[in-house]
Nanobody, 123 residues
């Protein structure tokens, strides 16, 4: 089993930055692709970014390309999401996920999910 715990959310002004962290348990952390999803009130869950088990392969939603960066430190069992140039439309609960396959935008490819952390961007 893998357990995921997110942290780092908060309130920022438009144009600001936040860094989210996802701490994972389990001795097979390095073999899992990891992803970030988000869900805003009244909307369905949306893919944000994903990274391969090695950390060298990354994949981003068009809405965050050039602004967000996903990375991982397998020695610390942690995946990060650096968010720059934040917009009010980025406001959502951000959720970390772990999968057994390659990085993907499809939620059904992931096996484990965290509890989420709130990100609020004011205008």
């Amino acid at each position: 089993q893998v357990q995921l715990v997110e942290s780092g959310g908060g309130l920022v002004q438009a144009g600001g930055s936040l860094r989210l962290s996802c701490a994972a348990s389990g001795r097979t952390f390095g073999s899992h692709a990891m992803g970030w999803f988000r869900q805003a009130p009244g909307k369905e869950r949306e893919f944000v970014a994903a990274v391969s088990g090695s950390g060298f392969g990354t994949y981003y939603a068009d809405s965050v390309k050039g602004r967000f960066t996903i990375s991982r430190d397998n020695a610390k069992n942690t995946v990060y999401l650096q968010m720059n140039s934040l917009k009010p439309d980025d406001t959502a609960v951000y959720i970390c996920a772990a999968g057994d396959l390659v990085p993907t935008r499809y939620a059904y490819r992931y096996d484990y999910w965290g509890q989420g952390t709130q990100v609020t961007v004011s205008s």
